[in-house]
């Protein structure tokens, strides 16, 4: 892993490629089937942290990843995802 972090290499991603420190969208690069189904370009990998940013105690970044969703983040979307990696990664 390169230690890279989503801030700096990858919002507003739905993914952190950790050997690339690279984001990875829907549409955005080449296909690889059915697990591209988790992809909706909703930023999952920012509100997947903000958990554990609170079990972490970085109550600053943790307002500040809020505020970028309440900017940031849209569901109005017409794309088909995975239903259940959707809610794991938002409810959970």
Do not use: H
Request: hydrophobic letters at 40%.
């Amino acid at each position: 892993m390169c230690g890279c972090g989503l801030q700096e290499n990858a919002y507003p991603a739905d993914e952190l490629m950790p050997l690339s420190c690279r984001g990875r969208w829907r549409d955005r690069e080449p296909s690889r089937g059915d697990i591209d189904d988790t992809l909706g370009n909703f930023s999952l990998t920012l509100i997947d942290a903000l958990d554990t940013l609170v079990v972490l105690g970085d109550l600053q970044e943790f307002e500040r990843a809020v505020k970028l969703v309440i900017r940031d983040v849209t569901f109005d979307s017409d794309v088909i995802v995975s239903v259940f990696e959707t809610n794991i990664r938002v409810l959970g």
